[in-house]
């Protein structure tokens, strides 16, 4: 038995063969993983397959067994970035308290994930706007969700006017914005400088100014 090459030997007694969708997953997160440097590094419109696979060390046609090619790569990663943003943020925010907390400890953690991985950053914010239409789709669906989300500052103080219908929107364009241009410029985010200042900006139009203790 010990002649035979290894495909071939017998899965050793009580060891779980691997699946093939488990394989798969792996693979997708190691080339997920390297396509983000690659994209941040050359942009969507710059970035190639084989560069994709040279940087995942994989060959052409592994690549195309997990996606059907550069676009369904970057949407897939655009998704995964954004579904581990929303979690980390669930995650912060689930203990409940005041509106205008749970806002500031949202934007806590997205501001220190941008810091802590600045090329994820850039794919999802930098990238994805001009990786064509349905990346742009992808974009501003998490647009939408990010400003419903600030809809329920409209019933925090009943005593307070609130902003115009159209704010929400505008609110989180804006703080998109000012992250683009950190990161087209290759400067990660500082949290303690941000923070304050996007706090201050997206809660005050609802419960007045001073609402975030400097």
């Known amino acids: 038995m010990s002649s035979l090459p290894d495909h071939l030997l017998p899965e050793a007694v009580g060891r779980e063969p691997v699946s093939r969708a488990v394989l798969e997953h792996h693979q997708r997160r190691r080339v997920l993983t390297a396509a983000t440097g690659v994209f941040a590094r050359r942009g969507y419109r710059s970035t190639t397959v084989d560069q994709i696979v040279s940087a995942a060390k994989i060959g052409v046609g592994s690549f195309y067994g997990l996606f059907d090619g550069k676009e369904d790569c970057f949407l897939c990663l655009y998704d995964l970035i954004v579904a581990e943003a929303e979690e980390a943020v669930g995650v912060a925010v689930a203990g409940g308290g005041r509106w205008e907390d749970r806002v500031v400890g949202a934007l806590r953690v997205l501001l220190e994930l941008a810091a802590a ?23 501003s669906e ?15 103080d009943a005593s307070a006017e609130g902003p115009p219908a159209c704010f929400e929107h505008a609110a989180v364009a804006g703080l998109a914005w000012t992250l683009h241009q950190r990161l087209s410029a290759g400067e ?20 007045g100014t001073g609402m975030f203790a400097r």
């Open 188 to 207: 990660p985010p500082v949290v303690a400088e941000l923070l304050p200042e996007m706090a201050e900006f997206v809660v005050a139009p609802y419960a």
């Open 117 to 139: 991985e600045p090329d994820r950053a850039r794919v999802a914010i930098v990238e994805a706007p001009t990786a064509g239409p349905a990346a742009q789709a992808r974009y």
């Open 142 to 156: 998490t647009v939408a969700r990010l400003a419903e989300g600030l809809h329920e500052g409209r019933s925090a």
